[in-house]
Protein backbone atom coordinates (compact mmCIF):
# COMPACT_ATOMS: atom_id res chain seq x y z
CA UNK A 1 0.00 0.00 0.00
CA UNK A 2 1.14 3.24 -1.38
CA UNK A 3 2.50 5.86 1.84
CA UNK A 4 0.23 9.08 2.32
CA UNK A 5 2.74 12.10 2.06
CA UNK A 6 -0.18 14.66 2.15
CA UNK A 7 -1.98 13.88 5.38
CA UNK A 8 -0.51 15.40 8.56
CA UNK A 9 -1.66 12.42 10.60
CA UNK A 10 -0.20 9.51 8.75
CA UNK A 11 3.17 11.90 8.16
CA UNK A 12 3.41 12.78 12.26
CA UNK A 13 2.65 9.26 12.58
CA UNK A 14 5.63 7.78 10.13
CA UNK A 15 7.95 10.59 11.67
CA UNK A 16 7.66 9.10 14.83
CA UNK A 17 8.11 5.47 14.05
CA UNK A 18 11.13 6.52 11.81
CA UNK A 19 14.06 6.09 14.18
CA UNK A 20 12.28 3.15 16.40
CA UNK A 21 12.17 1.34 13.32
CA UNK A 22 15.43 1.60 11.44
CA UNK A 23 17.49 2.79 14.91
CA UNK A 24 20.61 3.13 12.88
CA UNK A 25 19.07 6.10 11.56
CA UNK A 26 21.57 7.82 14.05
CA UNK A 27 24.94 6.30 13.05
CA UNK A 28 23.88 7.00 9.26
CA UNK A 29 23.41 10.64 9.82
CA UNK A 30 26.52 11.27 11.87
CA UNK A 31 28.30 8.86 8.21
CA UNK A 32 27.03 11.03 6.15
CA UNK A 33 27.66 14.66 7.81
CA UNK A 34 31.17 13.41 8.05
CA UNK A 35 31.72 12.82 4.39
CA UNK A 36 30.67 16.32 4.02
CA UNK A 37 32.81 17.30 6.04
CA UNK A 38 35.49 15.81 4.35
CA UNK A 39 35.16 17.74 1.29
CA UNK A 40 37.81 20.48 0.44
CA UNK A 41 35.05 23.46 0.74
CA UNK A 42 34.48 25.03 3.95
CA UNK A 43 31.19 26.60 3.45
CA UNK A 44 29.48 23.88 1.60
CA UNK A 45 26.73 24.12 -0.67
CA UNK A 46 24.55 20.95 -0.19
CA UNK A 47 21.24 19.57 -1.72
CA UNK A 48 19.34 17.19 0.25
CA UNK A 49 16.81 15.36 -1.99
CA UNK A 50 13.54 14.03 0.47
CA UNK A 51 14.44 15.67 3.54
CA UNK A 52 11.39 14.89 5.47
CA UNK A 53 10.57 16.95 8.50
CA UNK A 54 14.20 18.30 8.43
CA UNK A 55 15.86 16.09 10.96
CA UNK A 56 19.31 15.46 9.71
CA UNK A 57 19.29 19.26 7.93
CA UNK A 58 19.25 20.36 11.18
CA UNK A 59 22.23 17.98 12.04
CA UNK A 60 24.31 18.97 8.91
CA UNK A 61 23.77 22.46 9.53
CA UNK A 62 24.36 22.66 12.90
CA UNK A 63 27.87 20.93 12.36
CA UNK A 64 29.22 22.89 8.96
CA UNK A 65 28.71 26.68 7.89
CA UNK A 66 27.00 24.74 4.93
CA UNK A 67 24.17 26.37 2.54
CA UNK A 68 21.30 24.17 2.22
CA UNK A 69 18.48 22.93 -0.63
CA UNK A 70 15.87 20.49 0.45
CA UNK A 71 13.64 19.27 -2.30
CA UNK A 72 10.49 17.61 -1.18
CA UNK A 73 6.93 17.46 -2.85
CA UNK A 74 4.89 16.58 0.39
CA UNK A 75 3.84 20.13 1.64
CA UNK A 76 3.20 18.65 5.03
CA UNK A 77 7.01 17.37 5.31
CA UNK A 78 8.16 21.05 3.88
CA UNK A 79 5.74 22.55 6.44
CA UNK A 80 7.78 20.71 9.30
CA UNK A 81 11.25 21.15 7.49
CA UNK A 82 10.62 24.64 7.61
CA UNK A 83 9.95 25.14 11.23
CA UNK A 84 12.71 22.87 12.37
CA UNK A 85 15.57 24.95 10.04
CA UNK A 86 14.04 28.42 10.61
CA UNK A 87 16.48 29.24 12.94
CA UNK A 88 19.30 29.13 10.31
CA UNK A 89 17.83 31.89 8.53
CA UNK A 90 19.05 32.14 4.69
CA UNK A 91 21.16 29.53 4.78
CA UNK A 92 18.18 27.54 4.27
CA UNK A 93 15.96 27.25 0.95
CA UNK A 94 13.06 24.80 0.62
CA UNK A 95 12.14 23.49 -2.65
CA UNK A 96 8.45 21.68 -3.50
CA UNK A 97 9.25 19.64 -6.77
CA UNK A 98 8.44 15.77 -7.63
CA UNK A 99 11.89 14.48 -8.53
CA UNK A 100 10.17 11.85 -10.86
CA UNK A 101 9.44 15.08 -12.72
CA UNK A 102 12.54 16.71 -14.98
CA UNK A 103 11.59 20.52 -13.72
CA UNK A 104 13.20 20.34 -10.36
CA UNK A 105 17.38 20.24 -11.37
CA UNK A 106 16.49 24.29 -13.05
CA UNK A 107 15.37 25.51 -9.40
CA UNK A 108 19.04 24.76 -7.84
CA UNK A 109 21.28 27.13 -7.59
CA UNK A 110 25.38 26.30 -8.57
CA UNK A 111 27.78 25.18 -7.61
CA UNK A 112 26.43 22.38 -5.48
CA UNK A 113 29.33 20.09 -3.54
CA UNK A 114 27.22 17.60 -2.18
CA UNK A 115 24.07 16.17 -2.67
CA UNK A 116 22.44 13.65 -0.16
CA UNK A 117 19.45 11.44 0.33
CA UNK A 118 18.08 9.14 3.37
CA UNK A 119 15.83 6.39 3.29
CA UNK A 120 14.31 7.92 0.08
CA UNK A 121 14.88 7.14 -2.77
CA UNK A 122 13.90 3.51 -3.23
CA UNK A 123 9.85 5.18 -2.93
CA UNK A 124 10.34 7.14 -6.60
CA UNK A 125 9.83 3.32 -8.40
CA UNK A 126 12.23 0.97 -9.20
CA UNK A 127 16.05 0.85 -10.37
CA UNK A 128 15.42 2.82 -13.72
CA UNK A 129 14.24 6.03 -11.26
CA UNK A 130 17.34 5.74 -9.19
CA UNK A 131 19.19 5.70 -11.97
CA UNK A 132 17.55 8.99 -13.23
CA UNK A 133 17.85 10.90 -10.45
CA UNK A 134 21.57 9.50 -10.55
CA UNK A 135 21.93 11.08 -13.89
CA UNK A 136 20.36 13.95 -13.02
CA UNK A 137 22.43 15.04 -10.19
CA UNK A 138 25.69 14.68 -12.32
CA UNK A 139 24.44 17.32 -14.23
CA UNK A 140 24.55 20.00 -11.68
CA UNK A 141 27.29 18.38 -9.19
CA UNK A 142 30.81 20.49 -9.22
CA UNK A 143 33.62 18.42 -10.55
CA UNK A 144 34.88 16.62 -7.19
CA UNK A 145 31.59 16.80 -5.78
CA UNK A 146 29.69 14.19 -3.89
CA UNK A 147 26.28 12.23 -4.34
CA UNK A 148 25.63 10.04 -0.99
CA UNK A 149 22.64 7.98 -1.14
CA UNK A 150 21.81 6.24 2.08
CA UNK A 151 18.72 3.73 1.17
CA UNK A 152 17.15 0.70 2.28
CA UNK A 153 18.92 -2.55 0.40
CA UNK A 154 17.00 -5.04 -1.35
CA UNK A 155 15.73 -7.53 1.07
CA UNK A 156 13.80 -11.16 -0.32
CA UNK A 157 11.10 -10.82 2.48
CA UNK A 158 10.51 -7.34 1.03
CA UNK A 159 11.61 -6.91 -2.34
CA UNK A 160 10.31 -3.70 -3.23
CA UNK A 161 11.60 -2.70 -6.67
CA UNK A 162 13.10 0.44 -5.28
CA UNK A 163 15.27 -1.18 -3.08
CA UNK A 164 18.64 -2.21 -4.91
CA UNK A 165 21.45 -4.20 -4.23
CA UNK A 166 24.75 -2.30 -3.36
CA UNK A 167 26.57 -3.73 -6.32
CA UNK A 168 23.74 -2.12 -8.31
CA UNK A 169 23.75 1.13 -6.68
CA UNK A 170 27.37 1.20 -7.36
CA UNK A 171 26.78 -0.22 -11.12
CA UNK A 172 24.20 2.53 -12.02
CA UNK A 173 26.66 5.19 -10.55
CA UNK A 174 29.48 4.36 -12.81
CA UNK A 175 27.31 3.79 -15.80
CA UNK A 176 26.15 7.38 -15.26
CA UNK A 177 29.70 8.06 -14.93
CA UNK A 178 30.41 8.83 -11.07
CA UNK A 179 33.71 8.36 -9.89
CA UNK A 180 35.14 6.06 -7.08
CA UNK A 181 31.56 4.99 -6.57
CA UNK A 182 31.64 2.27 -3.69
CA UNK A 183 29.52 1.76 -0.66
CA UNK A 184 30.77 3.43 2.57
CA UNK A 185 28.61 2.04 5.17
CA UNK A 186 26.36 -1.07 5.44
CA UNK A 187 23.74 -1.05 8.81
CA UNK A 188 20.69 -1.84 9.86
CA UNK A 189 19.45 -2.83 6.63
CA UNK A 190 21.21 0.34 4.90
CA UNK A 191 23.54 1.00 2.05
CA UNK A 192 25.64 4.23 2.06
CA UNK A 193 26.74 4.53 -1.53
CA UNK A 194 29.13 7.45 -2.50
CA UNK A 195 30.57 8.45 -5.83
CA UNK A 196 31.78 11.70 -7.20
CA UNK A 197 31.46 13.63 -9.71
Same mark, same amino acid.
Given at each position: ???? *?????? %??? &????????? /? =?? +??? +????????? +???? *?????? !??? /? $???????????????? #??? %?? @? =??????????????? $? !????? %????????? &? /??? %???????? *???? =????? $????????? #?????? *????????????????????? /?????? !???? !?????????? +????????? @????????
Amino acid at each position: MARD *FHDPEN %IDA &WLQSLDERW /P =SR +AEI +AQHIVAHID +ALAV *FDPQVV !ELA /P $GDGQLAAKLLHTLPAT #YTG %ID @F =STPLLERARTRLARY $G !ERVQL %IQADLNQDQ &W /PAQ %IASPVDAV *FSMQ =SLHDL $GDGHQVERI #YQRVLE *FLTPGGLLLNADLLHNPADPR /PGRLTT !EHHI !ELMLACGYQR +AECTLETGG @FGCIAGYA
